[in-house]
């Protein structure tokens, strides 16, 4: 195989910053474009107890807690993590997580690929309303299916 993805060294406050009106803020560190599809790979800083609903996709997904205290649910298991904590949901596995306190993680995503679906959710979450059926849709585009709700609710 012969894949060409070049160096890249990306400082701190680097990287596309897409706010997501829910209260979580992706700065792209890298994304599957630049990857070859790779990975996406995020820096993800959260406000106190927002998270997204209970969802599955084709994609592993890896956390890396840095800061605040998290809930994080893997199927049917519910537990709560720490800075330092490492998380790997295999593709598939229904999963969601909340945060408790005001924080900041490491997401990755293999493949890569997910980021026009952050992209095409952010005018959902700025709407009066959030349109679950247009949330749904474009879900289920990204390969990416709601599986329940959030935790907490």
């Excluded at 720490?82 to 998380?87: R, S, V």
Aim: hydrophobic share 40%; glycine share 10%.
């Amino acid at each position: 195989m012969n894949i060409n993805i070049s160096s890249l060294v990306l400082q701190e406050n680097a990287g596309e910053t897409t706010f997501e009106a829910s209260g979580e803020y992706w700065t792209w560190k890298a994304t599957g474009e630049a990857t070859n599809g790779l990975y996406d790979y995020a820096v993800v800083t959260t406000l106190p107890q927002v998270g997204p609903p209970e969802h599955a996709h084709q994609q592993e997904e890896l956390l890396f807690i840095l800061e605040g205290t998290y809930q994080i649910k893997l199927a049917e298991s519910v537990s709560t993590v720490l800075p330092g904590t490492f998380i790997r949901i295999p593709s598939g596995v229904p999963h969601a997580w909340r945060a408790l306190t005001a924080g900041k993680m490491l997401v990755t995503f293999l493949p890569g690929g997910l980021r026009g679906f952050f992209e095409g959710m952010r005018p959902l979450y700025l709407a009066p309303q959030l349109d679950m059926q247009a949330l749904i849709e474009l879900a289920s585009k990204y390969g990416l299916v709601v599986t329940g709700p959030p935790l907490g609710e």
